[in-house]
């Protein structure tokens, strides 16, 4: 259960078949729903004798990469390698990154920098589905946004949607500076990571899930 922006109380997870089709909808990648819902997942796909499924994430804003992290770790037997992008400008902004990550690609031009962090993903050897979607929207955001980038990015999957919102990528949460003789705290949005959001692979402009659906009949 998670609370959307609402105030409701409703399932995170949901799970439709369609013939041979698998679809799951999750709409928050938050980063307390990953222990139940990935055994939720878990114990569902060992139901499903398909080779097709679908994450359908068009209501998802976003959360912990840690999340989908996990469920490439679970739906394919591949390893993955792949880069996050983290922009920024400043001395203040430089330092403040190279605390937080280590191993990281820098580059720098005059004021403006950016750092790449090389991840990997180990396969838990669990399931390995041949054919893999990813539904997306415009209210992609956050981890939702890196999800549908490293899918790209490492052909995990297709996805078919709508061009993502953007901003996925790491240290996304704004600097707070304390300046050292009044002691005032203001806050300094220097650091980023990529705001354009992600074109997929199959653009739709009318509903996404028919679309697909009709596409893999």
Known sequence: MYENQNGENKENVHFQKYDDVLVIKIDSFDYSLIENDLKIIKEYLATYDGDCIAFDIRENSGGADSYWINLVAMTSDQDYEYNKKVTGRGEISLSYVKEEIEDAILHQSKDD??????????????????????????????????????????????????????????????????LPNTHIVFRMDACKSDEIGSKPDIAVTDDTLQFFLSMEK
């Open 113 to 178: 920098f950016e750092i790449q962090v090389e991840k990997k993903i180990e396969s838990q050897n669990i399931y390995n589905f041949p054919k893999r979607y990813i539904l997306t929207s415009s209210k992609n955001f956050s981890s939702a946004d890196t999800f549908v980038k490293f899918a790209k990015e490492s052909n995990y999957a297709v996805s078919v949607g709508e061009h993502t919102k953007g901003s996925g990528g790491d240290f996304l949460n704004p600097m707070l500076i304390e």
